[in-house]
């Protein structure tokens, strides 16, 4: 059974407007969430986490809401950018789990020039 | 600094081979993870040291996969024997401490097994 989800496969946006990936978590035990990118043939870069103390955490031009009511988080990236074009996961993780990352399965974003 | 390393970078092997996987991790990093990506599907975790000791080996599939690391600096992952549902990109990633650290992860071993 799947515990962290990513139900949209591929997102396309145009260059300098929004892109809004969102993941959903199943187990209410995880407290802290990050987001990973990755390009091919390289590995995951962590990119932006969240603590499940906040609602809100603000990187630059990235931004991860979480709303534990629904057990839903989503990243924002404004404005969005070619070389944003990557597969972005989504991980989840509790106190007491020994660092053990639970990924979803990943969505393909293409920026469109 | 050199980031996490590993090697090979791909492999190709026939079912019921052996292989050995190698992750160098950054240096002084004392946790050292292995997870695994089937095609298509999410980055699964297999099992995570902190130093030479196995902290947690929750994720490891079964008894033909072996994790060592000696001297708590490199790591290998040996597949014996390996069967088609073996085939999948393998990572491993490094951290300094336990807990709500950044996991650095290494570019993967893109392991196919025919």
């Known amino acids: 059974d799947q515990q962290v989800k990513q139900n949209s496969p591929s997102l396309s946006v145009q260059e300098g407007r929004i892109s809004i990936l969102n993941c959903d978590y199943t187990n209410s035990m995880f407290d802290y969430f990050l987001w990973y990118k990755k390009y091919p043939a390289e590995g995951p870069t962590f990119l932006i986490s969240?603590?499940?103390?906040?609602d809100k955490n603000e990187d630059g031009r990235f931004t991860v809401f979480l709303n534990k009511s629904a057990k839903h988080l989503s990243l924002h990236i404004v404005p969005s950018q070619p070389g944003d074009s990557a597969v972005y996961f989504c991980a989840a993780s509790y106190t007491g789990a020994n660092s053990k990352l639970t990924f979803g399965k990943g969505i393909t974003l293409s920026v469109r020039p | 600094e050199a980031g996490v390393t590993q090697f090979p970078s791909h492999s190709v092997i026939e079912k019921g081979q052996t292989v050995t996987l190698r992750c160098d991790p950054i240096?002084?990093?004392?946790?050292l993870y292995w997870y695994r990506r089937v095609m298509g599907k999410e980055i699964k975790f297999l099992l995570h040291?902190?130093?030479?000791?196995?902290?947690?080996e929750s994720g490891m599939p079964n008894n033909r996969f072996l994790a060592e690391r000696t001297g708590g600096t490199y790591s290998t992952l040996k597949v014996q024997p390996a069967e088609l549902e073996d085939s999948g990109v393998y990572f491993c990633a490094s951290s300094p401490y336990s807990g709500r650290e950044t996991q650095y992860f290494g570019p993967g071993t893109r392991l196919l097994v025919l």
């Open positions: 969240i603590s499940s103390i906040k």
């Open positions: 240096s002084g990093h004392d946790n």
């Open positions: 040291f902190v130093k030479e000791s196995k902290q947690d």
